[in-house]
């Protein structure tokens, strides 16, 4: 582990990623208590104002393909940092706008991510020579990921309270252009500007050949459904837990940030403990994990205490960032270079198109049946991808596809 940490390209994306999530994850937890306060209704509105602009996940892969992962990565948080200054003036200027200027944060801030995250894939495995140090890689960054994740659900809450509106969005704008200095440190990969240079083919050729990518790779589009429809429902969970910890468990705000906190801290473990499973078969790492995590949402649903549901989404959280730090690494080893931004960025546009009825239908279940069904309903779609881990071909050592472990 120490060895993955000694490249300086690596060492100044962890660093840009990990302020980036704090200051995304501040805003994000803050903005939404902020929000529910107003109306419950508007957690619906926040998640399609976010899931929409992360629609573009996939013209931000073919970006990333076309001039560079880190060129993109970098000037894309320079812009957001530069929008998010201007919401804290807008909240100074204007206090009864509010509610506008959170959801213009939100909106600003999933539509960098749609830029940002497939680059950020398709940039780790090229400063990387082996598949160990890609998983450690892969493992160290989610970890990081996840424990800025974990600081900033627990300040979320607090500093809506200590600092307010204009607070949230002046920290939230340090963190990105911080984050754009560190990446800017990153060496320029010339390979990238290879892949379709510009006066020879338009971008939108650069997407066409990628989703033709995607379709020859054969369990992408076997994959992708079940990670859908997971994500669909997390989504909602997530929207609607502030509504749970209200009214199934009787908390306040303290308790909501403490369950994010909770749920960061076991994707920051579920990281750690893929990388002491580095040697295991893709497939007995995905599928088991995922098996393990449909049963602890269950417990989040069902448990109806604060210390059941805290158990059963650190579990839950654990389990998922084991799955998915396998996943990504086999992924990136099954797609050429060449085209990992385009088949990553297909792959969060097809979820996230999926996001905005979430929300919305999440909010509905939630107030109209019971606030954990939502829980419910995410669990069901993980056995169904626990068993593709276990069957699909790709995924089992020995074949021409998956010959190593992870």
Not at 97 to 125: K, M, R
Not at 247 to 271: D, E, I, K
Not at 305 to 311: F, I, S
Not at 389 to 400: E, S
Request: net charge positive; charged share 10%.
């Amino acid at each position: 582990m120490l060895r993955t940490l000694r490249p300086g390209p690596f060492k100044f994306l962890l660093a840009g990623q990990g302020l980036s999530q704090f200051g995304n994850t501040l805003l994000y937890v803050g903005g939404l208590w902020f929000l529910q306060t107003v109306s419950p209704w508007l957690l619906g509105v926040a998640g399609l104002v976010m899931a929409v602009p992360a629609a573009i996940s996939y013209l931000g892969g073919g970006l990333a393909d076309r001039i560079g992962a880190r060129e993109l990565m970098w000037r894309t948080d320079l812009v957001r940092g530069a929008v998010i200054v201007g919401c804290a003036v807008g909240v100074i200027v204007l206090p009864a706008a509010g509610v506008i200027l959170v959801l213009l944060g939100l909106a600003v801030t999933s539509l960098g991510d749609a830029l940002f995250t497939p680059s950020q894939l398709a940039l780790l495995p090229r400063l990387f020579s082996s598949s160990q140090d890609l998983t450690a890689g892969n493992s160290i960054l989610t970890g990081t990921t996840r424990l800025a994740d974990t600081l900033g659900r627990v300040a979320g809450t607090t500093a809506l309270l200590a600092i307010r509106l204009v607070g949230l969005f002046a920290v939230d704008a340090v963190t990105f252009f911080a984050s754009a200095s560190f990446v800017r440190r990153v060496p320029k990969d010339e390979r990238a500007l290879d892949v379709s240079p510009r006066g020879r083919r338009h971008v939108w050729s650069d997407l066409r050949q990628g989703f033709a990518y995607s379709r020859r790779l054969g369990w992408f589009f076997k994959i992708v459904p079940p990670v859908i429809v997971i994500n669909l429902a997390l989504s909602g969970g997530m929207i609607t837990l502030p509504i749970l910890v209200q009214r199934t468990l009787h908390a306040s705000a303290p308790t909501y940030g403490v369950l994010l906190a909770v749920w960061s801290l076991g994707q920051f473990a579920g990281a750690f403990f893929a990388l002491l499973a580095g040697g295991k078969q893709p497939r007995a790492v995905c599928g088991t994990a995922a098996l393990i995590q449909a049963l602890a949402l269950l417990g989040v649903a069902l448990g109806g205490t604060v210390l059941a549901a805290a158990l059963g989404i650190g579990i839950a959280a654990t389990a998922n960032s084991m799955s998915n730090v396998a996943r990504t690494t086999l992924m990136q080893r099954l797609i050429p270079a060449e085209a990992r931004g385009r088949v990553f960025g297909l792959q969060g546009t097809l979820i996230s198109v999926a996001n905005p009825f979430a929300a919305f239908i999440a909010v509905k279940l939630a107030l109209s049946v019971f606030p954990g069904f939502v829980w419910i309903l995410v669990s069901l779609p993980t056995l169904w991808l626990a068993v593709l881990y276990w069957t699909l071909p790709a995924f089992r050592l020995g074949t021409d596809e998956a010959n190593a472990t992870i």
